[in-house]
């Protein structure tokens, strides 16, 4: 096992406080079903791609997801949530965008066909990301409610995949939590995996902070995250601590806490140790923290992807036979998977 995957001790660096701001509440409409804050109906699905740093392949993996999906027969919509640097639209050769998503929250263009274009893959369309810097504006909880609640209610899409930002914003954990799937892009370098471990443990903080918000445990969660000795621990340690002082609170921490399941996808894979990193990071996760992950496996590096940026078309249209769109296609169907067969009575 190779030692790089193993967590660095994580000092207790909760975000800010959530003041003001009004999670939604869950709405259970499947308990089967995947772990996003926002649990709904099978039809309707979202994906986000987060990372911790930036060109690790966020946008690459989200724009050839969404023409993986759509080849399956999905109707798919890409959003470019990357707040602070929208290129999804360069990585599937649509021009500069005309609307953006910053028209859509700043300037009322409340009707999604006036900022959605077409991508010319049938069943892909794309929200660009906006051109100005929204990522300063540091967006209200309820704008990106509005966004989601929105995109949701006026489009047919099966599943929209959000291309989140680098790093460790509000904006970013808000959208990768709301999400019903959150995928992690790491590569197989110690730089690369502690930075997606830096995500995770924001990403928890946040999801941590927004259950205590809706369960009344504010003392006993904040207790248990800023005791210094040991930092965060375990998810374990958590609900043992409200088990103790609020037993009735714990069973549903618990449900909510088990339901917070980052998927991993390695990138620029170079070895077959490389390969393996993911299934490692989820062991690492699992023995230190007491946190499930998934790994979703890995892609190649492979020089078609590059080639295919500067093509300015998705690699899975350009070189569907190389390693790394073979490589996307198997991630796809496990995706696919993870939200079992579609029932007849999907929401159209
Ligand atoms: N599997 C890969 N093999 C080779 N190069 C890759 C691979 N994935 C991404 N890249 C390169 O990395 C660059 C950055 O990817 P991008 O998706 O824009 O990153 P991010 O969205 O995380 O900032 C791409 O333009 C491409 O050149
Ligand atoms: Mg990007």
């Given at each position: 096992m190779r030692a790089f995957v193993k967590p660095a001790p994580l000092p207790p660096s909760a975000p800010a406080s959530l003041a003001g701001s009004s999670p939604r509440a869950a709405n259970d409409v499947s308990s089967a079903g995947p772990t996003g804050l926002a649990r709904r109906a099978r039809s309707r699905r979202i994906i986000a791609v987060g990372g911790g740093k930036g060109g690790i392949g966020k946008s690459m993996v989200s724009a050839n997801l969404g023409v993986a999906l759509a080849q399956a027969g999905h109707k798919v919509l890409l959003v470019?949530?990357?707040?602070?640097g929208a290129n999804l639209h360069t990585c599937l050769g649509v021009g500069p965008p005309e609307s953006t998503l910053s028209d859509f929250l700043?300037?009322?263009?409340?009707?999604?066909e006036e900022v959605m274009v077409s991508t010319g893959v049938p069943g892909l369309s794309l929200i660009a990301g906006a051109q100005d810097s929204l990522d300063a504006a540091n967006l209200k909880y309820a704008q990106k409610q509005k966004l989601l609640r929105t995109l949701l209610s006026q489009t047919t899409a099966d599943y929209l995949i959000l291309d989140l930002g680098a790093g460790t914003s509000f904006n970013t954990l808000d959208f990768f939590l709301i999400a019903d799937h959150g995928l992690l892009v790491v590569l197989p370098e110690p730089t690369s995996v502690e930075n997606a471990y830096r995500f995770v443990k924001a990403a928890f903080f946040r999801k941590l902070q927004q259950t205590e918000a809706r369960y009344g445990i504010q003392d006993l969660v904040d207790g248990a995250l800023s005791t210094?000795?040991?930092?965060?621990?375990t998810l374990h340690d958590v609900v043992d601590q409200v088990r103790r002082k609020a037993p009735s609170d714990a069973e549903r921490l618990e449900r909510e806490l088990a339901a917070f399941r980052v998927h991993l996808v390695v990138n620029q894979a170079r070895t077959d140790a490389d390969e393996k990193v993911g299934a490692a990071m989820v062991s690492a996760w699992k023995k230190f923290f007491g946190i499930d992950m998934d790994d979703l496996g890995a892609l190649r590096y492979d020089d078609e992807a590059w080639r295919a940026v500067r093509k300015r078309k998705p690699v899975l249209l350009e070189r569907p036979d190389s390693p790394v769109a073979q490589g996307l296609q198997r991630i796809a169907a496990r995706l696919l998977t993870l939200d079992g067969p579609s029932p007849e009575s999907a929401i159209p």
């Amino acid at each position: 096992m190779r030692a790089f995957v193993k967590p660095a001790p994580l000092p207790p660096s909760a975000p800010a406080s959530l003041a003001g701001s009004s999670p939604r509440a869950a709405n259970d409409v499947s308990s089967a079903g995947p772990t996003g804050l926002a649990r709904r109906a099978r039809s309707r699905r979202i994906i986000a791609v987060g990372g911790g740093k930036g060109g690790i392949g966020k946008s690459m993996v989200s724009a050839n997801l969404g023409v993986a999906l759509a080849q399956a027969g999905h109707k798919v919509l890409l959003v470019d949530a990357d707040l602070g640097g929208a290129n999804l639209h360069t990585c599937l050769g649509v021009g500069p965008p005309e609307s953006t998503l910053s028209d859509f929250l700043r300037r009322g263009k409340a009707n999604l066909e006036e900022v959605m274009v077409s991508t010319g893959v049938p069943g892909l369309s794309l929200i660009a990301g906006a051109q100005d810097s929204l990522d300063a504006a540091n967006l209200k909880y309820a704008q990106k409610q509005k966004l989601l609640r929105t995109l949701l209610s006026q489009t047919t899409a099966d599943y929209l995949i959000l291309d989140l930002g680098a790093g460790t914003s509000f904006n970013t954990l808000d959208f990768f939590l709301i999400a019903d799937h959150g995928l992690l892009v790491v590569l197989p370098e110690p730089t690369s995996v502690e930075n997606a471990y830096r995500f995770v443990k924001a990403a928890f903080f946040r999801k941590l902070q927004q259950t205590e918000a809706r369960y009344g445990i504010q003392d006993l969660v904040d207790g248990a995250l800023s005791t210094r000795e040991g930092g965060l621990r375990t998810l374990h340690d958590v609900v043992d601590q409200v088990r103790r002082k609020a037993p009735s609170d714990a069973e549903r921490l618990e449900r909510e806490l088990a339901a917070f399941r980052v998927h991993l996808v390695v990138n620029q894979a170079r070895t077959d140790a490389d390969e393996k990193v993911g299934a490692a990071m989820v062991s690492a996760w699992k023995k230190f923290f007491g946190i499930d992950m998934d790994d979703l496996g890995a892609l190649r590096y492979d020089d078609e992807a590059w080639r295919a940026v500067r093509k300015r078309k998705p690699v899975l249209l350009e070189r569907p036979d190389s390693p790394v769109a073979q490589g996307l296609q198997r991630i796809a169907a496990r995706l696919l998977t993870l939200d079992g067969p579609s029932p007849e009575s999907a929401i159209p």
